[in-house]
């Protein structure tokens, strides 16, 4: 954009970059893609697959059976206690104990993973790649990392951004979590 090669020395990328930043012209971050792999429950994904510009690969439920023995013959899910006071998590356990076991009932009975899947719960812990240009990843700790953030978002984000501040300093330096 700037024909500005002539300019161009070993450590010049860091005013260039901070001055893309300050100046907000992200174009040129758009040539920069970044790929993230995750491990959380179903429902942070759903918040997360929100971002139209990110390609996403997600663990499927519907080709994945837990019934087999590649998964224990049980469903894993992300532990929710931290976020719950004691009458809360027993709720929350009996209704992933119930989940497990309906699941595994309908598998028992040769129901399609497809369609078993429907009596999984939001807590089931899945993989997600995430791959998106840097512009995109600074819109996503701008939202994912405030505090109307969901909790657990946060807590996959929060840490996130400080990895890419050690990796790329330059570009994500200016985003502040907030407290």
């Known amino acids: 954009c700037y024909n500005s090669e002539w300019k161009i020395t070993d450590d010049s990328y860091l005013a260039f970059a901070k001055k893309l930043i300050d100046s907000k012209h992200y174009s040129v971050?758009?040539?920069?893609?970044?790929?993230?792999?995750?491990?959380?429950?179903?429902?942070?994904?759903?918040?997360?697959?929100?971002?139209?510009?990110v390609a996403f690969s997600q663990e499927s439920t519907r080709y994945c059976n837990y019934s087999n023995d590649q998964f224990g013959k049980e469903i894993t899910v992300i532990d929710q206690r931290k976020h719950m006071d004691d009458t809360m998590y027993g709720f929350w356990k009996t209704a992933m104990k119930m989940s497990e076991s309906l699941y595994m009932s309908l598998a028992g009975i040769h129901c399609p993973p497809q369609i078993a899947r429907s009596v999984l719960p939001n807590s089931l812990k899945t993989e997600i790649v995430a791959t998106a240009d840097l512009t995109e990843?600074?819109?996503?700790?701008?939202?994912?990392?405030?505090?109307?953030?969901?909790?657990?978002?946060?807590?996959?984000?929060?840490?996130?951004?400080?990895?890419?501040?050690?990796?790329?300093?330059?570009?994500?330096?200016?985003?502040?979590?907030?407290?």
């Open 29 to 53: 971050l758009d040539h920069r893609f970044m790929t993230v792999r995750f491990i959380t429950d179903r429902g942070v994904t759903h918040e997360l697959v929100r971002h139209r510009l």
């Open 137 to 179: 990843w600074r819109h996503i700790f701008m939202l994912r990392t405030g505090k109307r953030a969901h909790p657990q978002m946060r807590e996959i984000m929060v840490p996130l951004l400080a990895e890419f501040k050690k990796i790329i300093p330059v570009i994500f330096d200016d985003i502040r979590v907030e407290e």
